[in-house]
């Protein structure tokens, strides 16, 4: 398995030998702030930290759109908060397979602030409880504050100007029929960014809700000399760059604001169809 995932079996082993690492449980609802924290209490992977993709996996909707990123400010504090620093691996998990807010964990923690191990339980907790792995309720104790002081890098994002005037190739992780903006569920306005191709971030996933293989995903993924991420607020395009490292293929920028910041200036173009 790639260093990327760690299955439930694995995991599952790790915690009965007692190895020191942190859990964080990234299960969200779009639309339910309230949700993640409400899932975790009602059962949860033994020792898991609740980590939540509106409060410290994003700053407030805006102007950057609906899931800007924290600034390295607050994200360092929510880290600190969770007794995370280089030296303690890390496991992040959700219940959609890594599709939504435990890739974006994934990146903000290897790809952004440097931290050297951490892994995404394939499967999410599906893969967990068909592992037979318990559920216990409630709260965990939090740990001692961490001092850890990221070394954030920027040069792992692009932004709608670069974007514009760059030639990278677009990937679009929303679905086909919101990328040829015949459905749009959230945003006010359909479609895409001109140039960019769609690759769903569901078809990184097999049946069972597990990633494909990496040779699989290699020949799949969309290749290009240069790359950018993006979808509708920057979440599940982290599950495409998250297929790229699983695949062992040079890894896709992410445009953090993605389509739902796009649209916010009616000077940038608009595309439709395939």
């Not at 890098?153 to 932004?159: N, P």
Request: hydrophobic share 40%; net charge negative.
């Amino acid at each position: 398995m790639n260093e990327v995932l760690i299955t439930a079996e694995a995991l599952s082993a790790e915690l009965r030998e007692g190895r020191s690492l942190r859990v964080l449980d990234c299960r969200a609802r779009l639309g339910e702030p309230t949700a993640g924290e409400r899932l975790w209490q009602a059962g949860h992977v033994p020792g898991s930290l609740h980590l939540d993709l509106d409060r410290d996996l994003a700053a407030p909707p805006g102007e950057g759109g609906r899931h800007p990123l924290p600034s390295s400010e607050a994200f360092t504090a929510t880290l600190q908060r969770l007794g995370i620093s280089p030296e303690l691996p890390v496991v992040v998990l959700d219940d959609m397979g890594g599709q939504l807010a435990a890739a974006r964990a994934w990146w903000m923690l290897a790809c952004w602030a440097g931290h050297p191990d951490v892994r995404v339980l394939d499967g999410g907790l599906q893969a967990w409880q068909e592992a037979g792995g318990e559920l216990p309720l409630g709260d965990e104790p939090l740990p001692e504050p961490s001092r850890w002081q990221p070394h954030y890098d920027d040069s792992v994002l692009v932004s709608a100007k670069e974007l514009l005037s760059g030639r990278a190739l677009r990937v679009d992780a929303r679905s086909e029929e919101r990328f040829r903006g015949e459905v749009e569920p959230i945003d006010p306005v359909a479609g895409h960014i001109p140039g960019a191709t769609c690759r769903p971030s569901g078809a990184n996933l097999t049946d069972t809700g597990r990633f494909k293989p990496p040779e699989r995903l290699d020949d799949e993924l969309p290749r290009a000399e240069a790359i950018v991420a993006y979808c509708g607020s920057g979440v599940t395009a982290c599950h495409n760059i998250l297929a790229y490292a699983v695949a062992e293929r040079p890894l896709p920028k992410l445009y953090p604001g993605s389509w739902s910041e796009w649209i916010r200036d009616p000077a940038r173009p608009v595309a439709q169809g395939g």
